[in-house]
Structure formats: C-alpha cells, structure tokens
T-cell receptor, first 116, second 112 residues
Framework: DAGVIQSPRHEVTEMGQEVTLRCKPISGHDYLFWYRQTMMRGLELLIYFNNNVPIDDSGMPEDRFSAKMPNASFSTLKIQPSEPRDSAVYFC??????????????FGSGTRLTVV | ELKVEQNPLFLSMQEGKNYTIYCNYSTTSDRLYWYRQDPGKSLESLFVLLSNGAVKQEGRLMASLDTKARLSTLHITAAVHDLSATYFCAVVSRSNDYKLSFGAGTTVTVRA
C-alpha cells in the first residue's frame, strides 16, 4: 500500500487566495482525520470523517475552513480566503476502526502551507 | 477536555546515556500512543499501550503505561545519534476513542 497520500507537498499562496489540500487515505480505512501542526499550537485536530461523513468539526478554526470527503478514497481541506496565520503543516491521517486498538493513525507526509 | 502534557519539551542527550520522557494526561484513557517525527517528515507510530502496566520495547526505546497515575514514560537506553527526533505521546479518551489528543512533543537531540 502506498500509504496516506497528500498533495501538494508544499504550497505558497498569497493572502486572500483559495487553497485546496488533498488527501487519499489508505484503502479500506474508514476514518480520516485532518490535523494542523504549528510551533505555537502543536498538533490540532481540525475535523474527522467516518465512512465519508463528517463526525466532529469542532476543531475547524473559522468558517474560512471547510472539508469534504466525497468518497472513500478522497478528501479535501479548503481555506478561502487564506490568511498568513493559516501557515502551517497540514496532515491527513487515516485509520481502520477494526484495527484501532492495535495501531494508531497512519499519517500522510503533510502539506506545508505558506500564506504570504 | 482531555489534556496531554509532556516533559521535558527539549532534551539534549549525550550518546551512551539513558533518559526518560514523561507523558501525563488528564482523564481516564484506555489507549496511549507514542509517535516519532523527524524534521520535515511525517509522524511514525512507535508504540500502542493498552492497559495498566503495559510495557513495549523496540531497540533502545521502551514505553510503559500507568493508567492509575495517568502517566506514560518513554525510556531511551544508551542514546545514539539516530534517535534525534521529536517524540509525541497521544491519548484517546473513553468518551471518544477515535479522537487522538497529542502532547506538545519532546524534541530530542543526541550529541557525541
């Protein structure tokens, strides 16, 4: 398995622009998580999905952030409009609920977002 | 809200010596994870600890869990340079055992 695949790896955008981050979870995993990592706040859970349905989006910082999971193999995290304080590394992770006791999440390589 | 605290946040190790990282959490949990992150890289799962008294070992790393004290430790034996990384503990709460809450991480640097 190729693991959790995120794209792009790096994104530099101007303030006010729309940014879309993409994630392909591991096949067969029924949970998908979006995390944000910054020096100041560490790893924050933004939202997670079960079987493509958003379960908890309480970590989404503002209405500028939205996430979708149209099918089991694809999810997006969109920021519109972007602001410099959104600069961070965004990780996607997935999990097979049947294995959650034995294994933690599997994380993707992350997208490093810089908003200038 | 589940809070996870790690200490120290930064740890400078001398090669060949032993060190311990501590992870405290605020509410009852049935599961604790340790992850490793190399600079600019993703998070790699190291250990899953499921019950009180659980101990897992891999190479120079050993993790243990005391659920009564709400404490986990990651012990490093005879530190070597390739253990330089950031180590995170993460905990699930009983109210939601799909949601991981992470500690702030301990950045380890091993010097000769």
């Amino acid at each position: 398995d190729a693991g959790v695949i995120q794209s792009p790896r790096h994104e530099v955008t101007e303030m006010g622009q729309e940014v879309t981050l993409r994630c392909k979870p591991i096949s067969g995993h029924d949970y998908l998580f979006w995390y944000r990592q910054t020096m100041m706040r560490g790893l924050e859970l933004l939202i997670y999905f079960n079987n493509n349905v958003p379960i908890d989006d309480s970590g989404m910082p503002e209405d500028r952030f939205s996430a979708k999971m149209p099918n089991a193999s694809f999810s997006t995290l969109k920021i519109q409009p972007s602001e410099p304080r959104d600069s961070a590394v965004y990780f996607c992770a997935s999990q097979n609920s049947r294995d959650r006791v034995k294994y933690g999440y599997t994380f993707g390589s992350g997208t490093r977002l810089t908003v200038v | 809200e589940l809070k996870v605290e790690q200490n120290p946040l930064f740890l400078s190790m001398q090669e060949g010596k032993n060190y311990t990282i501590y992870c405290n959490y605020s509410t009852t949990s049935d599961r604790l994870y340790w992850y490793r992150q190399d600079p600019g890289k993703s998070l790699e799962s190291l250990f899953v600890l499921l019950s009180n008294g659980a101990v897992k070992q891999e190479g120079r790393l050993m993790a243990s869990l005391d659920t009564k004290a709400r404490l986990s430790t990651l012990h490093i034996t005879a530190a070597v340079h390739d253990l330089s990384a950031t180590y995170f503990c993460a905990v699930v709460s009983r109210s939601n055992d799909y949601k991981l809450s992470f500690g702030a991480g301990t950045t380890v640097t091993v010097r000769a």
